[in-house]
Every structure is written in structure tokens, then in C-alpha cells.
């Protein structure tokens, strides 16, 4: 069983912190951050035992829009590419996931000189807008092609209406990302810059078995707008860590309940 970093202890003890003092000023208990830090640390024990910490690799022709399907699809036409990165979710209320490390190149056309990392590039046309296609939504991003994306699903095949399509350009410095299930996703390279900034957090969606890695690609990446496809193109893979833990909040009631015990005790003495 391993401990959570400090990152990750930080986070539960923020909301340790936020509950208690919440509580504390309804019942005019001081509430001690000592006391907090060291519950935070004994439950963060708890956290660490259901946490998942793990690394995938994510190939160039990972298409998205294969997520729960057996045979990738190819409405747009000039190639399928391949089934995306599957990883399977512990059960849980309530999950977060955040993407520690995410290295390499990728391509669109790897017989042109267009590499880039996971944040995307400026290639062919230089924006994405892609269509909804079979339950997955499409995506858009008015700055980037070929970025790293991901789709939450419950376990089933997508099918029927997709949720509505996200527009990456306004999430792609955002601290916390709360995609529905079947929604298509910008994750880059997890963090709120390319290679610097905060570690993002992503909220898993109720219901969700799957979290599935890849690309979402369509001849010319759907500028103006297209389905998907042109994935036997492509080139390059990226390697992926990620850690997948209880959202603070499946413990923080336990937790704080009791530091508050322990701060009434040390209050009477």
C-alpha cells in the first residue's frame, strides 16, 4: 500500500481544512490545523489503498470514437486507424484522475515532417471540428490538431444522441475538467501549459466503467466540419501515467468528523 504523494495530500487536506472550519465556526470549536494534517495523513492511508497508479501507451491511430466498440469506425472515410486505449475504473462514488506524465511525439501525416506532443499542433489546418458520430461526441479547438483526448463510458456500446460537443479551446488551462460520460475530452498533456503549470484534475462521471484514451481525427480534422476518420495515417505514440484516486470528498465526512471530535476533546481540556 503505498502513501499518497503530497500533491495528493494536499488536496485532501484542503478540503479537510475548508469542512472543519465550517463546522467549527457553527459551533465555536477552534479548529486545529495540526489536528487537521495529522487526520488528513491517517485517512490519506485509506485513499491510498484504493488508488490505482499506472502507465499506458497511447498509439497515433487511436481513435477515439472507438471507445466501447470492437471495430474502430470510419464515417469520414481514409481510414479506421485503431481501437483507443482502454483502461478499466475502480468502483467508486466519486473519482478523480489526474495524468502525471505524458511524453513522445505523435503525427496526422507521418510521412510529412507534422510532430507533436500531446497538447497538439498546428498541422493541416490548424483547427479541429469534428462531428458527434454513434453516442461519442465530436470536439472542437480553434488552435490545435492532434491532441490527446479521452471518453468516459459506463461499460456499454455508445449509441443514440451524443452529449454536446466540447469546445477544447476554453478547457485547456482549466484546473478541473468534469466531462459527461461518452463526451469527448482534451486531456494534452494534463497539465494547464504545455510541459509547465498545475497538474489538472478530472472528475470521473457516476456511472463510469471506462476511461479511453486516443485521438479524434477527420480529413483536414474536420475544418469546417467533418466526421471522423483519417487515422491510418498517422504516426507516433505517447506514454502515458496517470493516477486514478477516491475523490476527497468519499472521506473528507469520516475524516473531518473526526478532527472535530479531537478538537472538542483538546478544547475542554
Not at 495540526?34 to 487511436?62: E, I, K, P
Request: overall charge negative; aromatic content about 8%; charged content about 15%.
Amino acid at each position: 500500500m503505498r502513501s499518497l504523494d503530497p500533491v495528493e495530500r494536499t488536496r485532501v487536506g484542503a478540503v479537510l481544512e475548508q469542512r472543519c472550519a465550517t463546522r467549527a465556526a457553527a459551533s465555536s470549536v477552534p479548529c486545529s490545523r495540526t489536528l487537521l494534517l495529522v487526520t488528513a495523513a491517517a485517512m490519506s492511508t485509506a485513499v491510498a489503498g484504493a488508488a490505482r497508479a499506472d502507465a499506458v501507451v497511447v498509439d497515433g491511430r487511436a481513435n477515439i470514437f472507438g471507445a466501447g466498440r470492437t471495430v474502430a469506425p470510419d464515417p469520414g472515410s481514409a481510414g479506421p486507424g485503431l481501437l483507443p486505449t482502454a483502461i478499466v475504473l475502480f468502483d467508486a462514488p466519486e473519482r478523480l484522475v489526474t495524468f502525471d506524465t505524458v511524453t513522445g511525439l505523435v503525427s496526422a501525416k507521418a510521412v510529412h515532417p507534422w510532430w507533436n506532443g500531446a497538447d497538439g499542433g498546428p498541422y493541416a489546418t490548424g483547427n479541429t471540428d469534428i462531428l458527434s458520430y454513434a453516442g461519442i461526441s465530436g470536439i472542437k479547438h480553434d488552435g490545435a490538431t492532434m491532441f490527446l483526448v479521452g471518453v468516459f463510458t459506463d461499460g456499454h456500446e455508445p449509441a443514440g444522441d451524443a452529449p454536446v460537443r466540447l469546445d477544447a479551446t476554453l478547457h485547456t488551462e482549466a484546473l478541473v475538467i468534469s466531462p459527461l460520460l461518452f463526451q469527448t475530452f482534451f486531456i494534452g498533456d494534463g497539465r494547464t501549459g504545455t510541459g509547465s503549470g498545475s497538474v489538472q484534475v478530472f472528475n470521473v462521471p457516476h456511472g463510469a466503467r471506462m476511461l479511453y484514451l486516443g485521438f479524434a481525427d477527420a480529413y483536414g480534422f474536420g475544418d469546417p466540419i467533418g466526421l471522423p476518420g483519417s487515422y491510418d495515417d498517422n504516426g507516433g505514440e505517447l506514454h502515458v501515467t496517470f493516477t486514478i484516486v477516491p475523490a476527497p470528498g468519499v472521506i473528507v465526512l469520516a475524516a473531518s468528523g473526526a478532527a472535530l471530535i479531537l478538537a472538542r476533546r483538546r478544547h475542554r481540556t
